[in-house]
């Protein structure tokens, strides 16, 4: 089972909305990530988890804020979004043993900010 | 600056014939390279990985060969199908960190 799941699979808010995205798997990896893609472009890193702790941040803006509560679930905390932040939202998952390094991907989740 | 260059930004291939996808990158520590498929609006799927001490990897119809001299990897797709359009990112690890291409959009027609 290589499974990511995401939700809600499509997200409408305000820009003085809060709303959180969240992400889980249950392949016992314990690396995970966020990335942005914006139509037509590759995946932009946001966040990097290991072993629950945050260890990069890719200088993302305060408004986009990460939690990890446990070793399966991955929340991405959304406030005072803008317009441009509107995107397709991916989780993914890496085991962090051995020398294997393929990411999981999720769905996403396809983000309108209005 | 981009490390992992994808130079064809789409491809249009017969069904049945090969399509052959290629990407370069500039960072000699890359150790492991990694091709993903992604449809509109979806999530990327993992198709297929190398690691820099091989330099042919297949799986069924997906076969990634890697030129380390050359800092060139390709991904050949025999035979085509239609179901097989698609953006390929091609993709090469550095630490817990993906450098994607920016994507070769291949098209199989019947």
């Known amino acids: 089972d290589t499974e990511v799941t995401q939700t809600p699979k499509h997200l409408v808010m305000g820009m003085t909305n809060k709303k959180s995205l969240k992400c889980e798997q249950h392949?016992?990896?314990?690396?995970m990530y966020w990335y942005k893609q914006k139509a037509k472009k590759p995946p932009e890193l946001m966040f990097v988890y290991s072993y629950e702790k945050l260890s990069i941040n890719e200088s993302v803006p305060s408004r986009f804020s990460p939690e990890c509560p446990n070793s399966s679930l991955l929340n991405l905390h959304l406030h005072a979004l803008q317009p441009e932040d509107s995107a397709l939202y991916l989780c993914?998952?890496?085991?962090?043993?051995?020398?294997?390094?393929?990411?999981?991907f999720g769905p996403g989740t396809r983000l309108t900010v209005t | 600056d981009q490390q992992v260059k994808q130079n064809s930004p789409s491809l249009s291939v017969q069904e049945g014939r090969i399509s052959i996808l290629n990407c370069d990158y500039t960072n000699s520590m890359f150790d492991y390279f990694l091709w993903y498929k992604k449809y509109p609006a979806e999530g990327p799927t993992f198709l297929i990985s190398i690691s820099s001490i091989k330099d042919k990897n297949e799986d069924g119809r997906f076969t990634v060969f890697l030129n380390k001299s050359a800092k060139h990897l390709s991904l050949h797709i025999v035979p085509s199908q239609p179901g097989d359009s698609a953006v390929y990112f091609c993709a090469a690890n550095s630490g817990y960190a993906l450098n994607f291409g920016k994507g070769t959009s291949l098209l199989v027609t019947p």
């Open positions: 993914a998952s890496r085991v962090t043993t051995g020398d294997a390094y393929e990411q999981y």
């Open positions: 392949m016992g990896h314990r690396a």
